[in-house]
């Protein structure tokens, strides 16, 4: 798993590539962690190159809209690929985190 960031006109866009699965789930958290900081609003995450996530990896994405939300921050994904979005769409999490083909469209949810 690879994080690389910036930050744009508010917006922080997180670019994920690899794989989330139970070994790398601690060093994603921490990761995360570490580049969401407290003044930030506007949160989208792409996932264009992100192969794999399990359960565990989800449950860490959902901590991460949790701790959003108590900063009053909007969060969105965009961009994922077929096998991961099928992934959202079968666990139901497309209902809990907004899910959008693409960047512009993230950027439209998270500060419209």
């Known amino acids: 798993m690879a994080l690389q960031h910036s930050r744009e006109d508010g917006v922080l866009d997180i670019q994920m590539e690899g794989r989330i699965d139970s070994l790398g789930t601690t060093d ?33 994405l959902l901590e991460v809209v949790r701790k959003l939300r108590r900063q009053d ?14 992934v959202f769409q079968l666990s139901g999490f497309n209902r809990v985190m907004e899910i959008h083909d693409s960047r512009d469209a993230a950027i439209a949810a998270v500060t419209g």
């Open 73 to 86: 921050a909007k969060f969105a994904i965009y961009s994922p690929i077929g096998p991961v979005k099928e």
């Open 28 to 60: 994603f958290s921490g990761e995360l962690d570490a580049i969401i900081t407290p003044d930030d609003r506007a949160v989208i995450l792409n996932m264009r190159r992100l192969e794999y996530i399990n359960s565990a990896g989800m449950r860490t």
